[in-house]
């Protein structure tokens, strides 16, 4: 596993985290993201057919989550589909898939940050954003047990208020209705693939493990129990908790809500229950915002090992055993998009980024033997297949910004190699 080291002086990262805390990570990272940020929007793309998009972007998801899993045992170091493209396919794909996912999901923290601040404080959201960062960014700092214990209170929050939205919605006297959950009429394809890309920024957080393999003990067995584990967990709260939503305020009513689950229990006609859902979805954000500095600060450190980045970013802090550099980093550059950026732009961007993340795990998933671990054959084929079409089905936006961006890190790749 050449290049996978530490160079001397730079340090490595302990191995703390087991199988019920690589678990919890991966709920704290998706949980947030998808019920709180992404509904609305892809609502506002698939119309009726929401429900055959997240179908959809759970089926692309499992893929890239196998896919991830098994190269996360083979190679279980900081920085996951950075250091699979580097090993499998080249320094290249190992480089853009790193750059894709630092700029991608720096643009997910963004958006996560504005998810705190829409629901905590409307008028003045890029404030509260920008200071959400700050804080967060603190506690990774200090350390990974306080992150956790973090991240196992946030967790346990969110799922006891999505169960409470659920039990309102689905027992609402007269508001909800089976009509509405209907996905044959006004569906189209177009509309089903964009609403699936825009969602698979919402399960883009199973795989946070593997960019913390470093950290993980045992991850030849822990990682690939605990990615698919946590997939499965989201996507039956995903699945319940969009199928309530819709059964009160339907398509139309959903695309248009600027706090989704806050409107369905008003529908339900429980408003007193509003407030106690923005806090859930408050808390929820936080927890994804939590894992995403996490899963950005450890593959710029990878790059930064590699050189890709600035080497002072490879830095390990003695006493806390984080990558303190690169999380401070991270937390500024995320700071100074929270207080600018549009939260739906940020998720499309994001999504972009990220697939083109995956592509590259599925192809590096590709090339594994037998002997290593390698998967069914169809899955890495449908994984790259479904990664590549879902983000060209985005928001047209969305794909040139980010094929802009990937340009640009090519070409400071190509300057950097000349030199």
Not at 388 to 415: E, F, I, N, W
Request: net charge positive; glycine share 12%.
């Amino acid at each position: 596993m050449a290049g996978t080291s530490a160079r001397a002086g730079e340090g490595r990262l302990e191995r703390r985290l087991g199988l019920a805390d690589a678990v919890v990570i991966g709920l704290g990272s998706m949980i947030g993201a998808g019920v709180f940020a992404a509904l609305a929007p892809a609502a506002a793309a698939a119309g009726p057919g929401l429900l055959l998009g997240l179908a959809l972007a759970a089926a692309v998801a499992y893929c890239n989550a196998t896919s991830s899993a098994r190269l996360a045992a083979r190679y279980p170091d900081s920085g996951g589909t950075y250091v699979y493209g580097r090993e499998r396919l080249g320094p290249f794909w190992g480089y853009l898939a790193g750059w894709g996912f630092v700029v991608g999901k720096t643009a997910s923290c963004a958006a996560m940050a504005l998810t705190v601040g829409s629901y905590v404080w409307p008028e003045h959201a890029h404030a509260v954003a920008v200071g959400a960062v700050v804080a967060l960014t603190a506690v990774d700092y200090a350390g990974m047990r306080k992150t956790m214990w973090l991240t196992r209170v946030i967790v346990a929050v969110v799922l006891a208020v999505l169960a409470a939205v659920v039990a309102a919605c689905l027992t609402a006297s007269g508001g909800a209705a089976a009509a509405r959950l209907d996905v044959s009429s006004g569906a189209t394809a177009a509309g089903v693939l964009q609403a699936a890309g825009l969602l698979f920024f919402a399960f883009a957080g199973y795989a946070r493990v593997a960019t913390l393999g470093e950290e993980v003990r045992d991850p030849a067995r822990t990682i690939p129990r605990a990615i698919p584990l946590a997939l499965g967990l989201v996507l039956v709260v995903y699945a319940v908790v969009a199928v309530a939503a819709l059964s009160v305020l339907g398509d139309a009513g959903l695309a248009g809500a600027t706090a989704p689950l806050a409107d369905a229990v008003r529908a339900a006609g429980l408003p007193a229950l509003a407030p106690l859902v923005r806090v859930g979805a408050a808390v929820a954000a936080l927890g994804s915002l939590l894992a995403l500095i996490l899963g950005v600060s450890r593959t710029t450190l990878a790059m930064a090992r590699d050189r890709h980045l600035p080497g002072v970013l490879a830095t390990v802090h003695p006493r806390f055993g984080v990558p303190h550099r690169a999380e401070l980093a991270v937390g500024a550059v995320v700071a100074v998009l929270a207080g600018f950026a549009d939260l739906r732009g940020a998720i499309g961007f994001s999504s972009f980024g990220v697939l083109v993340y995956y592509a590259i795990a599925n192809a590096s998933a590709w090339t594994l033997t037998p002997a290593e671990g390698r998967p069914p054959r169809p899955v890495p084929v449908v994984g790259l297949a479904g990664c590549l079409v879902l983000a060209l089905a985005l928001p047209g936006a969305s794909v040139v910004s980010g094929v802009a961006v990937l340009a640009v890190g090519a070409a400071v790749y190509g300057v950097r190699r000349a030199r």
